[in-house]
Each structure stands twice: as structure tokens, then as C-alpha cells.
T-cell receptor
């Protein structure tokens, strides 16, 4: 089945130790998104890629970066995680070429714990 | 500043009862989505509302969209315990090549037996 996959599902890192979260998709969608969702809050868009074009949200901290080496994969790098970066990170994809909803398809998420 | 507000934020209801969750937003948009989220899980798409007056139903849930009033509703009919979850609305604010979702504050629904 076509899907959005995130690895790992659970990640524990130490304060200040760089960490990378991975997202892959078999949907062949042009657009990939990264959202941050802190406990009891709504998901918040960090950035997205349209093909290789990177679009950063104005309030996304510099500590967060992303890479998209090809259509299928997108990575979220947190250079120096702080305690406030503990959250669920959700990857999503969409395809603007599809008629209708341009619906976003979400992966299962990676829960990040910072010690 | 774009705001997407849901109310109530928390809803405790008994099985068999009806209730409505409201989603108000502050910008022009003709697309709105409803998602369900179980604790510790990702988002599950419930409804995609694409135009003014759109109404969709699935089981005990029915969603509607009034773009002129900038209001969407999620109506629950004869609630059952399995509907307990957090429900988010999300407004699509781009009409162009990519869509950007702004999520509402969420409504935590607890259905009591």
C-alpha cells in the first residue's frame, strides 16, 4: 500500500545532541511537510518542500533544518535539541496535481524525547 | 494574524447524546479538513470540505462548511465511547500550488458510558 513512513517512531536524545528524523513516501507526491506537535497542542507547520524548493515558516527556529535528497525521502535535522523541542513530529505529503482536495497524508509520527 | 478557533476545547458527553463542535477561522478559505487524533497517534483524516455549503457524513459524524461565515461544524449523533479522541479542524489558506494547513486548537471529546 502507498504510504508515508516515519523512522524511528520513538527517539530519545540528549540535550544538545544533534538528531535526525526520517520520512519516506511511496505516494510519489511533490510536496512534503514537517509539523511539530507539542503535548496537548495543535500541529504547527515547520517547513515544506515543493519538489526541491524549500519553504521555511517565518517562526521556525534556526535550530531546525531539513533535507530532501529525492522525491521519496525528507529529513528533519535538529542541530542542538533543547528540552522545549520534545514533541511529536509529523511528516505529511500532498500532490497539487491531483484534482480535488490536495489532501495531506500524514505519517505515524516520531515522538522525540530530550533528556 | 490567522486564527482558527474551536469550541469547546473539552467536551464530556454521555453515550447516546448529540453535540456539535464549532470551528471558526479568521481568513478567506474555501477548503477545510477535519482530523481525529487518538492519544499518542498521528492524525486520521475524517472529512474534506471543498466548497461553501459542503456537507459530508460518515457514520455518526457529519461535517459542514459555511465559507461566508468562516465556520465549520462537526456534529456528533448518538455518541459512542469509540468516538472519544481529539478532533482538529484545519484551514487550507493557499489556493495555489501548495496548501498550508493551519490547525484549530483541538477539541478533546470524552464519551462516558
Amino acid at each position: 500500500d502507498a504510504m508515508v513512513i516515519q523512522n524511528p517512531r520513538y527517539q530519545v536524545t540528549q540535550f544538545g545532541k544533534p538528531v535526525t528524523l526520517s520520512c519516506s513516501q511511496t505516494l510519489n507526491h511533490n510536496v512534503m511537510y514537517w509539523y511539530q506537535q507539542k503535548s496537548s497542542q495543535a500541529p504547527k507547520l515547520l517547513f515544506h518542500y515543493y519538489d526541491k524548493d524549500f519553504n521555511n515558516e517565518a517562526d521556525t527556529p534556526d535550530n531546525f533544518q531539513s533535507r530532501r535528497p529525492n522525491t521519496s525521502f525528507c529529513f528533519l535535522d535538529i542541530r542542538s535539541p533543547g528540552l522545549g523541542d520534545a514533541a511529536m513530529y509529523l511528516c505529511a505529503t500532498s500532490s497539487p496535481g491531483l484534482a480535488g482536495a490536495r489532501e495531506q497524508f500524514f505519517g505515524p509520527g516520531t515522538r522525540l524525547t530530550v533528556l | 494574524e490567522l486564527k482558527v478557533e474551536q469550541n469547546p476545547l473539552f467536551l464530556s458527553m454521555q453515550e447516546g447524546k448529540n453535540y456539535t463542535i464549532y470551528c471558526n477561522y479568521s481568513t478567506t478559505s474555501d477548503r477545510l479538513y477535519w482530523y481525529r487524533q487518538d492519544p499518542g497517534k498521528s492524525l486520521e483524516s475524517l472529512f474534506v470540505l471543498l466548497s461553501n455549503g459542503a456537507v459530508k457524513q460518515e457514520g455518526r459524524l457529519m461535517a459542514s462548511l459555511d465559507t461566508k461565515a468562516r465556520l465549520s461544524t462537526l456534529h456528533i449523533t448518538a455518541a459512542v465511547h469509540d468516538l472519544s479522541a481529539t478532533y482538529f479542524c484545519a484551514v487550507d489558506i493557499y489556493g495555489g500550488a501548495t496548501n498550508k494547513l493551519i490547525f484549530g486548537t483541538g477539541t478533546l471529546l470524552a464519551v462516558q458510558p
